[in-house]
C-alpha cells in the first residue's frame, strides 16, 4: 500500500475544511430561514433543501472529521450513516414522547454540530 502524496493530503484537507464551511453556513442558514418563518416560494424550498442537506451531513461530518488519513469513501459513508442516524434517532424520540419540535431539534443538531464543523474547518486533518 502506497502513501498519498503530499498534495494529495493538502487538497484532500482544503476539501474538508470547505466542505466545513459549506456545512456550517448551510446549518445557520437553515436556522435563520426557520426562525423569520419562511415556508413557500423560492426560499421555501432553500430553506428546505438547506435543512435536509445540514441534517443529513452536518452531524456526520462533524465526527467524521476526526477520522485521519481515511479513504474519501470512508469518510462520506461515515457522514451520511452518521447524519442519517442521528436524524431517524431525534425523530424517533420526538415521536415517542409525543413531543414534536422539529424546529427546535433543528437548533439542538446546529448547536450540537456546528462548534465540531467550525474546528474541522480551522483544523483540517
Known amino acids: 500500500m502506497s502513501m498519498p502524496s503530499t498534495g494529495e493530503l493538502t487538497r484532500a484537507r482544503t476539501a474538508r475544511r470547505y466542505v466545513a464551511i459549506a456545512l ?6 437553515a436556522c435563520a430561514l426557520n ?3 419562511i415556508s413557500g416560494g423560492a426560499f421555501g424550498e432553500v430553506r428546505l433543501l438547506l435543512t435536509i442537506g445540514f441534517l443529513l451531513l ?17 469518510v462520506w459513508l461515515l457522514t451520511v450513516g452518521v447524519g442519517v442516524a442521528t436524524t431517524l434517532i431525534v425523530g424517533q424520540l420526538m415521536v415517542s414522547l409525543g413531543a414534536w419540535y422539529p424546529s427546535v431539534a433543528l437548533f439542538l443538531i446546529t448547536l450540537l454540530s456546528v462548534p465540531f ?4 474547518a480551522v483544523v483540517a486533518q
Open 24 to 29: 456550517i453556513v448551510a446549518g445557520v442558514l
Open 35 to 37: 426562525l423569520v418563518g
Open 58 to 74: 452536518g452531524p456526520g461530518w462533524a465526527a467524521a472529521g476526526f477520522l485521519r488519513r481515511a479513504p474519501a469513501a470512508h
Open 117 to 120: 464543523l467550525f474546528r474541522h
